[in-house]
């Protein structure tokens, strides 16, 4: 059977947790390309790092008339090169996401409820409620802050302190994206989508789906204009009022999802594959040969994606080429967060923190 390589640390460090004779470390096991469209949609996203970039001056919301231009121009800009600095890790676990309201004000999970932050000068544990495995974080602001994943367990950070919550469903979390205070979204195992309202999680599932596959990433622009991706190529659209199934040309499995505005959202998974949408149709791309895992930006000409084996790409918004980054990091990429057009985190295997700038 076909298994995340999320799914398989985070159950070997549940394991640990309850003393089960499976134990070892939560290094992620190594796959290939093609496991990469599993049957349990554990990858992170993301997508949990797709809320709006907060400013000091408030949410910076994405310009909803910036397209892509997706036609190939010689007079193009030259793709971004940022210098990748590690950063001191307070852990050796696998970290599967991140998301931050501001770049002093930055979250990141892993297994076994491993929560981190980020004050801008030092990386630090922080003690949650639950034990489990978190596979995503995400947002409105640096007072309504989420956690979530295995069996659908949630933790909520309120400012000040952590609390556990009773879900609406024991479907695993896999994406959390936040549209604005009180309401969080989260895509789950078996196509369910729900809604956080700042006191309860609420069913707010797609029912166009034939299947109930796995829904990898979810993100949005706004509350009108929420995308969310995951098995067999699913794409879906809710558009404040009801979900509609985009089309896909792949059957291929989609990890995370981007909506830098309702003309401009990225869809990335396995084998490098990404989809660009251009407020009518999703068009194929490719980050190379790579597995991608997460997605994100500060909008549709400043895109980044991260993936297995350290690897690092960039779209500036012309054409259909993503351009990879230079890193002397080989371990494995699980969660990037863009804090501006040339800051930017990213999180995965061992603990790795990186500083993009």
């Not at 500036?316 to 990091?329: D, M, Y």
């Amino acid at each position: 059977m076909r298994r995340s390589c999320r799914r398989w640390s985070g159950l070997l460090a549940l394991a640990a947790c309850l003393g089960l004779s499976a134990c070892g470390d939560d290094t992620a096991p190594p796959r290939s390309d093609a496991a990469v469209q599993r049957d349990t949609g554990l990858t992170p996203d993301g997508p949990a790092a797709d809320a709006p970039v907060t400013t000091p001056d408030g949410p910076q919301a994405p310009d909803a008339a910036v397209t892509p231009d997706l036609t190939i121009k010689p007079d193009a800009p030259p793709p971004l090169q940022l210098t990748w600095t590690p950063m001191t890790s307070p852990t050796t676990s696998t970290l599967y996401a991140i998301w931050g309201s501001g770049p002093k004000d930055v979250w990141a999970v892993g297994s076994t409820g491993l929560v981190v932050h980020y004050d801008g000068a030092a990386w630090i544990k922080v003690t949650v409620p639950n034990t489990y495995p978190f596979y995503t974080v995400g947002g409105s602001g640096p007072g309504e802050v989420s956690a979530g994943g295995y069996g659908g367990y949630t933790n909520t950070y309120d400012g000040t302190t952590w609390s556990a919550l009773i879900n609406a469903s024991t479907s695993s979390i896999n994406s959390i994206w936040g549209a604005g205070p009180k309401s969080i979204y989260a895509s789950c195992d078996g196509g369910k989508v729900l809604r956080y309202d700042g006191s309860t999680w609420k069913d707010v599932s797609p029912t166009v789906l034939t299947k109930s596959y796995e829904l990898n990433g979810i993100s949005g622009s706004g509350a009108a204009d929420i995308w969310a991706v995951g098995y067999n190529g699913t794409i879906v659209h809710f558009d404040g009022t009801a979900w509609t199934q985009a089309t896909s040309y792949t059957t291929g499995t989609f990890n995370a999802v981007y909506a830098a505005g309702p003309k401009a959202a990225y869809a990335a998974g396995g084998g490098g594959m990404i989809a660009m949408y251009d407020g009518t149709t999703w068009i194929q791309a490719s980050a190379g040969n790579t597995s991608i895992n997460a997605i994100h930006g500060s909008g549709p000409a400043n895109v980044f994606a991260v993936g297995y084996s350290g690897g690092i790409y960039h779209y500036n918004g012309f054409g259909l080429s993503w351009a990879k980054q230079s890193s002397t990091v080989t371990k494995s990429l699980y969660g990037v967060w863009v804090a501006g057009p040339k800051e930017v985190f990213v999180v995965g295997e061992s603990g790795t923190i990186l500083h993009g700038t």
